[in-house]
């Protein structure tokens, strides 16, 4: 079994990051550039992450990941993501798409992809959204697969711990993209990375892999001193070659119009971090506090805008560290900034 704390030749781990930038090729780079390379099993069906995990097979022998969502309740204030369909109707018309109709739940197949984790004996698992059931750790163990739960404050760490995950991946307020948070209709902790790495330390006795907000190399040593086992990088992999990131959104990553990011809830109805465009501006005061089912909203919408290469309809996630992004092979990113910090 992958060893989440001694195993690592260089402790960077390559981010899971689904709607397209984690690609069979990112993640075999990062994996063989000795960082660990992760793949997103996020809004795929299991066939199609079936043959990423062959993908990545095919290029590389080293270690790698896959995450899984965790599922949430059903939906339960349906009025408020009628409302704010409602609101999203006339970008819609502007853009020629057609709203779906709200669904009560959606599980993004999680069996199915739990069980194809298990057959496919991928080495390492992690979980974000929620924890997994005890029983699914237990077949993964079963497996050879080492398990990681995404957290985002202490409680949730102790709560993960119990379930004998092999490590914590905990995610600060700094991160790109969204937020693990276990209760989406929690307000998530806003401590930085760094202190909650520091929190961690004295209270949780599990390798603890540390995201969000580290682009460079004097974050990647900051992190680790603060007691991090590992750090986890996403956005500073956005613009890698290998990424499958839309043209729009690594050219925003770099384009002096976008400033800041901001955490929202108008794209998916949990708190996410991204660059402030157009969409976040006009909905951000409106969005229901609903995952999946404003994702599910949201899809047309920004599946449009990319085909259409524009920036201001699309989740532009990034972490804080956005204008660290450098344009190269990702591999040679993961070596840089290891490289940096000696
Ligand atoms: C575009 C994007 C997509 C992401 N998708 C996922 C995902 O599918 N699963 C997950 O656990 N985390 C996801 N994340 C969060 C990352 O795992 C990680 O916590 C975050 O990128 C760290 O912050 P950083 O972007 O500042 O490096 C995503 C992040 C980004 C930027």
Redesign the pocket.
């Known amino acids: 079994m992958f060893d989440l704390e001694d195993g690592f030749r260089i402790p960077i781990v390559g981010?899971?990051?689904?709607?397209?930038?984690?690609t069979p090729e990112l993640v075999a780079a990062v994996s063989s550039a000795g960082g660990l390379g992760?793949l997103?099993?996020?809004?795929k069906t299991v066939e199609a992450v079936r043959r990423e995990v062959d993908a990545v097979r095919a290029l590389t022998s080293a270690p790698f990941g896959l995450?899984l969502?965790v599922p949430g309740r059903p939906l339960a204030d349906r009025a408020a993501v009628e409302a704010y369909r409602e609101r999203l109707q006339p970008v819609a018309e502007r853009r020629h798409v057609t709203l779906p109709d709200v669904v009560d739940f959606d599980d993004d197949a999680f069996d199915g992809k739990v069980d194809l984790a298990v057959e496919l004996a991928v080495p390492v698992v992690?979980?974000?959204?929620g924890l997994p059931p005890r029983d699914v750790v237990d077949r993964l163990h079963d497996a050879g697969s080492a398990v990681i739960a995404?957290v985002s404050d202490i409680d949730e760490a102790f709560s993960a711990a119990q379930l004998g995950v092999d490590a914590i991946?905990l995610?600060?307020v700094?991160?790109?993209?969204?937020r693990?948070t276990l209760d989406p209709d929690a307000e998530p902790d806003p401590r930085s990375?760094r202190e909650l790495v520091e929190a961690a330390r004295s209270a949780i006795d599990l390798p603890v892999i540390a995201?969000?907000?580290?682009?460079t190399g004097a974050h990647v040593a900051a992190t680790l001193e603060a007691g991090a086992t590992a750090v986890?990088?996403?956005?500073?992999?956005?613009d890698a070659d290998e990424a499958g990131?839309k043209p729009a959104?690594r050219a925003a990553l770099h384009d002096a119009r976008f400033t800041e990011t901001v955490v929202t809830r108008a794209f998916s109805g949990r708190p996410?971090?991204?660059l402030v465009n157009d969409f976040i501006a006009d909905f951000d005061d409106h969005a229901a506090p609903a995952y999946p089912q404003v994702h599910l909203l949201t899809s047309g919408l920004r599946a449009a805008a990319g085909a259409a290469g524009d920036p201001h309809g699309l989740?532009l996630?990034?972490?804080?560290?956005?204008r660290s992004a450098r344009s190269a092979p990702a591999g040679e990113i993961v070596r840089n900034l290891w490289s940096e910090t000696r």
Do not use: E
């Not at 700094?174 to 969204?178: E, N, P």
């Not at 986890?232 to 956005?238: D, E, F, V």
């Not at 996630?317 to 956005?322: E, H, L, T």
């Open positions: 981010a899971p990051m689904a709607g397209g930038p984690s992760f997103a099993a996020g809004y995450n969502f992690s979980f974000t959204f995404t991946c995610q600060g700094d991160a790109g993209g969204h693990a990375t995201a969000g907000g580290i682009a986890q990088i996403g956005t500073a992999l956005l990131t959104h996410a971090r991204g989740a996630w990034a972490g804080i560290g956005y």
